[in-house]
Every structure is written in structure tokens, then in C-alpha cells.
Nanobody, 127 residues
Framework: VQLQASGGGLVQAGGSLKLSCAVS????????VGWFRQAPGKEREFVAA???????YYTDSVKGRFAISRDSAKNTVYLQMNSLKPGDTAVYYC??????????????????????WGQGTLVTVSS
């Protein structure tokens, strides 16, 4: 399984970016897909995830600004990011859970839930 993240770049505060994560190497029927981010000098943290077809979860700091979606026909996961802030600057990683078992809801934001990770795409938000 390979995940290829793209769409990062430099944007001014208040702007928007849409990240994409193309999944290859298996039928895209994962029970959980997610986005995490890691800012310089900080731990990798949860951003957003989808459980099943459409149940979405977000960390509080991005609620109302970010939207995660998936297109199973294209084997792709997206993260639409609006009203970006300098604090959103980080490398963004997509991740996929293997197997057919749905994770419990409380585990959706945990790194250990996911088995496959993309290489990351850098998002820089200038003030």
C-alpha cells in the first residue's frame, strides 16, 4: 500500500488549500482514513478523519475551517482547508487503517490506529 500526499504550499493567512492523498496498492475500502500534521519541534497531531463512508471527526482547532472527504472511485482522500492561520503551518500526513474492522470512535485520533502513512506535504501559512 502506498499513499501519495500532495497539494501543500505557501498561502497567506485567511487563504485556502486542498490536500489530496492518492492510495494505491489495494482496493480503497479502508474503514478509517485520516490526516495528521507535525509542526517543527512538535509531536505529530491528529487533524481529521473519516470512519466508514462518511462519519467525520476533527480536532477542535480546525472545526468549521477544514473538511475531510473521500472519493472511493478515485482511491483518494482530500482535506479542504479554509481560513488558514499561521498556526496551521506543518507537514501534513495522510494515513489509512488496514483490515476490515472498524476502529472505536475514541481511537480515530490516535496515530496507532493507522497502519499506512504517506510521505507528507508541507503547508506554510504566512501572516
Amino acid at each position: 500500500v502506498q499513499l501519495q500526499a500532495s497539494g501543500g504550499g505557501l498561502v497567506q493567512a485567511g487563504g485556502s488549500l486542498k490536500l489530496s492523498c492518492a492510495v494505491s496498492g489495494r482496493t480503497f475500502s479502508s474503514t478509517a482514513v485520516g490526516w495528521f500534521r507535525q509542526a517543527p519541534g512538535k509531536e505529530r497531531e491528529f487533524v481529521a478523519a473519516i470512519r466508514g463512508r462518511s462519519s467525520t471527526y476533527y480536532t477542535d482547532s480546525v472545526k468549521g475551517r477544514f473538511a475531510i472527504s473521500r472519493d472511493s472511485a478515485k482511491n483518494t482522500v482530500y482535506l479542504q482547508m479554509n481560513s488558514l492561520k499561521p498556526g496551521d503551518t506543518a507537514v501534513y500526513y495522510c494515513a489509512v487503517k488496514s483490515g476490515d474492522t472498524y476502529p472505536i470512535v475514541s481511537a480515530m485520533g490516535q496515530r496507532g490506529t493507522y497502519d499506512y502513512w504517506g510521505q507528507g506535504t508541507l503547508v506554510t501559512v504566512s501572516s
